[in-house]
DNA sequence: TAGGCGCGTCTAACATGGTTAGGATAGTGT
DNA sequence: ACACTATCCTAACCATGTTAGACGCGCCTA
């Protein structure tokens, strides 16, 4: 009977190790930067030399690639999990989501800087790793449209409104919660170009000043 | 008389020298890729070996910092000389205005890169080489001010929102022109919440789809 | 016109950090 | 018990920014 064994042992010890060695990753681009990571000073984090690390990844770059997928992945997760929380009221439901990347993109620079920004060079997600963000975008795309947004020129612009937000709460005002509040009037701004119906909690007084 | 020469030969060649250094960088860096510019690269485009850049500039970010000033110093040029072909109608001066900037960060990915994104590690451009930049922000807080743009926040807003299609440009439609009629549509939807009159001759159709 | 001084360039070499080669070791299955 | 392979190590390689120190040319002064 007990022929076949119904664990592979070595494919998980590796792969806990790969998980072991994304998380080093992680602690060490919070501390570091994270384009100062240093695969020897990962590779200590775990127990070993850097070269070990290439038992376990290709590349630098593919240590990178993983922690791409797992933060897209996680985000993904994060807004799946969301979804039944949000309010039956569309603008508001809209502004939710928004804050919910916004708040995602301005808690970890580390994360935000690999998810968003192109700040290693020659670093290029693998269509693998990528796939969990091109979902998410989609089901943005569904998530407004449910909501009364039906063109992709508008939901673009949405997208481009919180980015340029979460940018500018990096550059000029980490750890504040002014781009927060700006977040808010600028979503307002465009929900009323769009006409989505206004809050009713919030009685909406004219975003004009 | 003639004793003290009015031209210092030296200080003038030793300039002349850096701007080369400088240009070259330039070229290299639009070859390449801004964080793949090498040293012996630049070196050997103006002739040298790259330890001789060493006589000109302090370090490799030296050279970043002095492409950096003259980004800005000419993108403040730029906008200087915009100033007086301006439209008398508020929302269409700010529209120019938005627009000259996306046309200038999306005309140039190096240059955008080194001006509006911290794509080079370990590099923060100085005081001395930021101050353009600062002007040209305060011009643009000017700018607006003159046209009813009162609020901080709202110009905050605007420049994230030019921020955010400039990078959405750059990621999804290099070379396109959707993301600057997104640029229109989305300014519009900002001026309509401030009440900025609308415009005359574009009879201004909501911007509602 | 000769001597000296200093600017600007060179070659050689160093430092750091990703990566590869090849050997030792320990866990795993027969 | 034995062989195999996964995993780790040391040593070394390579690229690139950077430093040290030598060489030569032009300019100034005597």
Redesign the interface.
Known sequence: MLDAPNRDRVAERREATRLEIVAAAWVIARES?L??LRLRDVAARVGMRAPSLYTHFESKNAIYDAMFAQAWQEYEDAVIALEPELSAHPRTAIKQLARHFYDYATADLARHQLMN???I??FEPTPNAYAPAVRVLERGVENLGRRGVT?R?DF??W???????V??YHANDPGGTRCA??LN??V???A????LPVEPSTPSRK???
Chains 1, 2 share one sequence.
């Open positions: 930067g384009a100062s920004v192109r700040i060079p020659g063109s020129d673009d612009i997208v481009s409104l919180i980015g340029g937000l940018n500018q509040v700006l009037r600028a307002d701004m465009w009323d170009a769009l006409g975003t004009r000043r």
